[in-house]
């Protein structure tokens, strides 16, 4: 396609927009045969242009007027009908009208060439008998379905005739000519599903011939095109004409068309089958639509199966619901009698379980299955012959084929399942009780069991006809199992008999799996054991712990022992690990000696796994299980706790916990020397330190929380639990020499202490955070000086000192951290004085930091680096020799000048709670808020602006390039402010437009200074992004229209994009930060300028509607358009070409004539499409006579 052929079209499209505005939307032009007069001539001009420069060889411009005139023809046609008397049908008149139009076309692009014409005339005409049997009732509308599948099949023929003649193969054509077709079998289709169903013989009757001829249309399609999809069609279609035949024969019951139907469909596919030359392009897909069909005509007897095994389905939601209280008062679960039958149709109380079903729709589905089955086998055996039959015809080059008997086929597999489902259905049959259910099920999967082990025939059995019962006595085991369930007397012997079963089961299947089948079954036996204990009437909490309890010694036995494969403890291990998850989130819910009993029995067989030398025992498993230790023994704590004291036990339990854990800490190392003793390698006794540690410094902190959010508890019983972790983390630290430990011990003790100030009611955060952040300064200061590692601790201290105080200005402004509010004013005219003091301790950074560089400037001669402004400094002046201990500071500034950074955002912070209301300024008037917000964003700019040059200084190594956001901060410091404080006068909305400017300009300078040098100016789009959040909030008044602000944002954008574009710049990887720097193409460098200025305005043309707009925008775009076909840009021209469609929609749907002035517009629509054609005209003209380029689109950039 190129880009002549597009302008061609847009600028067609365009006048034809316009002549419809002038004729259907003039105020001043009313007349119905006026308007239609008008039409036929704009038809008329469009189809004798079109032809005329088809003759010259102007092809493109040929087919984009013909596809004009095509328009105009159906108007013409829609004329016709609204000249159609009452009397008559007007999709009569349709249909004459778009068969005249049709053949019109035909024979003109037939002679001419031009494909629009002929794309439409086939179109038009495969369409004219859905729309004449539109006009009568439902069987005319269904059989003017059948003509459009029929003309447009019929069309194939004709089409590839005509190829020959206009030298192409009229693919597009032909494909649309199958899609119709295909349209209109789906339509049919749609239509006889939407017909009243009935057993009247003659209805039936021709529903099976319509479908029939349905079937001979996609067999007979699938020669043209899309082979598998008819041959799938034509399958279903012949197998769905014989399997409604049943239903014109009258049954007594009609339960038995449950069975019938499969019957029938089963013979059809069978007959299909057994045909042996294939009437479609693709015999698989063709039995694949018959078999769909068939599984189709069964659904109905599979859902009657399905609903026989309800109850089996239903009981654990039964399960369930009695134990979350859905039963009222002491009722059961389970029904009093375990007769479901459903006899003569009467209904049971239940509803559940085989009651839904009768007696004779169980048999009748029962009979559909094994007619399934016996159609498989059926089918299987006709495939065979055939095979057979084609293997017997002699061939040049025949390769021996597989035998049958080789690998069992598709539907040999089929029917040995459809069996199994047939077997299940016995099982689940309506006329046996619940217990007679489950018995018939473990007796049939005992059967299969004995077959698989004793029959030989079975036992040397091919995998994929093994696999077949031993999946189904999976399946009848479940069903047994789950039917147990449904009532109180089954549920504990049929649990165990299955678990037996499942034991038999195991043997059928290969070694490796017997693990997996010993942990279901101990699962399964630990469910059995504590649905006993809840018949019982056992308390809930009771039940899980005692089953939790016997899975956990059972784990426990296996782990001393060894007459169990690892394989088979790992199972016995997962299984009992379930009912300890629940006991511990049992714990959560109920604390008393149950769950402590439990939570015991798992801490002595953790402390077993941690100690045992037992094969298979790893390493993780061993860590893991010494991990568990110290939680288990403080959950026991607890439940004792909760036990044995008549009221809350945190004051008691908690500090008792933080014993544990100080006591754990203090004996780390005498409990690795004695695993060690034990005989465990040094690498284990080791990482079961490392995981007993870990454990136990959660559970201090566990305890901790508990202390704290614990009424009962209180901040005194927090401050002893703190002291005593603080202890035993002091005596780790001494015995070990780990400073980790020391800073635990440090920040237990200094939780103590704030918890003591916080009993005090002191509610300001600056003394409890300035006091230890200014010691880890000056000890990590003092550290660094010696030339030791003190850096972390003293930006730590750094960082604790301005970041905390800084958040609570953010949320509280200047008062107390227990006083928060976010309402207007809410702290009343408080002095912002912790605002003040971050700004001061920033300028007191500031002024350190450029001491310290001045202090440890290297003794030699004076020698700077001078670098343009915005970029990096590579040296400083050096004036002489500085004192050896401070040598150390310089690798400070990095960290100084950050933190520098982040205090003086509190200027920006404060300045943003002034803007939004949440400080108080009474001495200024609401119209003067801008005023001190700009003078406290000016400072924190300011201050950042500084920290940022402080840090060129530091002493830490940088990479090549400097850091793009070491100015960023201030930049948004800058914004931030002001954005907040914006109010309905001119004074605020022109500030923002000015720092939206500002930004602007800044950004244009960012991107040219970016193509000489590295520099640590803000990315471009960073800068973007503010003056945007800045624009946004100017324009959030409404005072301005939007394009006072896109169009600046969006010719901004487009200026930089356009810098990066122009050549001589140096090279850089292209990333988002260096946008433009890197990029090249009109896509990566123009696109984002083009949409930010076109989007605003034409989403503004549908909220607020302005005739100007839409001519700005179109005229823009037309603008581009032009430069993007002259220049070869990509970007300018296709989104301009999409901004043109999308404009005209918009300015639809607003109404012309309401808001938009149709004259002005038609007049601006008529002129750009007539520039946009003039010049694809011109351009066509000279490429034909070789004097003009003709570009394509991809050839654009």
Known sequence: MSVQSVLAFAGAALLAVAALVFTFFNPDLTSFAVRTSIVAVITVVFLGGAWLFARRGLRFSAESVAALG????????????????????????????????????????????????????????????????SGGGTWSALLGSLGVAVVALGLHPVLARLSSGLGSALGFERNTMTTLQAVAVLAALLQLLLLSLTTITSQILGYAGILAVLSVVAALGSRNGLPRLWSFAAGAFAVAAVAILPLAVPFGDSAWYLALIPVAAGVALVGLAALRSSPVARRSALTSGAVTVLALGASPALVTAVTQLSGALFAPLRWASYRTGGYPGNASPYPASGDFAFVAGSATPSGYGAGLVAQNLGLASIAALAALALTAWAVALVSRESVAAEASVPTAAQTPAPTPASAPSTPIRLALWMGVFTLLTVAGWAGFSLTGQAVVGLVLAGLLIAGLLFVPALAAAPATIRSVPVIGAHLLLLLAAVTGWLQESTTVWVGAAAVLTLAALAHTLPARW?????????????????????????????VLCLTATLGLLCALAA????????????????????????????????????????????FALALTLMTSRRPGLTLPLRSFAAGLLVPSLAVVVVCLGAQLLATSGSPVVLPLIALIVAGTFAATGPITQALERRGLATLEADACRRWIEASAAVTGVLAVLLALVRTAAGLSTTVLVLVI???GAAVNALQTGRRSAWWAAGASWTGALWCIWAIRGIEVIEPYVLPPALAMVIVGAILVTRGRAGQTLATTGLALAVVPSLLVLSTNGSAGFGAAGFGAAAFGPVTPWRAYGLLAAALVLVVIGYTIVRATAVSGPASTTTTPAGQAQTGQAQTGPAPTGLIGLRSLIGATAVVATLAAAAGA????????????????????????????????????VFAGLLAQG???????????????AATAFLVAGPITAIRPDAFSIGTLVLLMAMMLGFMLVVSARARSGAMSLPPVWFLFVLAWCTAVAGWS?????????????????LGAGVIGMRSGARAVPASLGSWPAGFAGSWRLLAPGIIVTFLPSVLA??????????????????????????RRLAAPFVISLAVLPIEVIVVFTVQIGQTINPLLWWITLATIGAVMLVIAITSERKGAAGGGFSARLRDLT
Request: aromatic residues 8%; charged residues 10%.
């Open 1101 to 1126: 043309t549908g909220t607020d509607p302005q005739t100007w707009r839409a001519i700005l925008v179109m005229s823009l775009a037309l603008t581009a358009i032009l430069i993007g076909s002259t």
């Open 909 to 944: 912070v404060q300045a943003m709670r002034w803007g939004l209301g949440l400080d108080d300024l009474t001495a200024t008037a609401q119209t003067g808020v801008m005023v001190p917000v700009l003078l406290a964003s000016a400072t924190a700019t300011l201050l950042a």
């Open 725 to 727: 972790l603080g202890i």
């Open 1037 to 1053: 008044e409404r005072e301005l229209r939007v394009e006072a602000f896109s169009i600046p944002l969006g010719l901004a954008l």
């Open 70 to 133: 095509v328009v105009f023809i159906a108007l013409d046609v829609w004329a016709l009908v609204q000249l159609a008397p009452a009397s008559a049908s007007g999709w009569t008149f349709a249909a004459l009208g778009t068969l005249l139009g049709s053949a019109l076309l035909f024979g003109l692009g037939a002679r001419s060439g031009v494909r629009v014409w002929l794309w439409a005339a086939v179109v038009g005409l495969a369409l004219s008998p859905g729309l004449l049997g």
């Open 559 to 602: 782990t001393v022992t060894t007459w169990l494969t690892p394989r088979s403890w790992y199972a016995v291990l997962l299984v009992s690990a379930v009912p300890f998850v629940a006991g511990v989130v049992g714990v959560l819910l109920v604390r008393s000696g149950w769950t402590a009993l439990s939570t015991g029995v798992a």
């Open 954 to 968: 530091d002493a830490a190594p940088h990479p090549n390039a400097p850091s793009r956001w070491r100015y960023a």
């Open 514 to 542: 017997r693990p997996v089948y010993l942990g279901l079954g101990y699962a399964y036996a630990l469910v059995i054991v504590a649905t006993a204990l809840t018949l019982a009437r056992v308390d809930g909490i009771a």
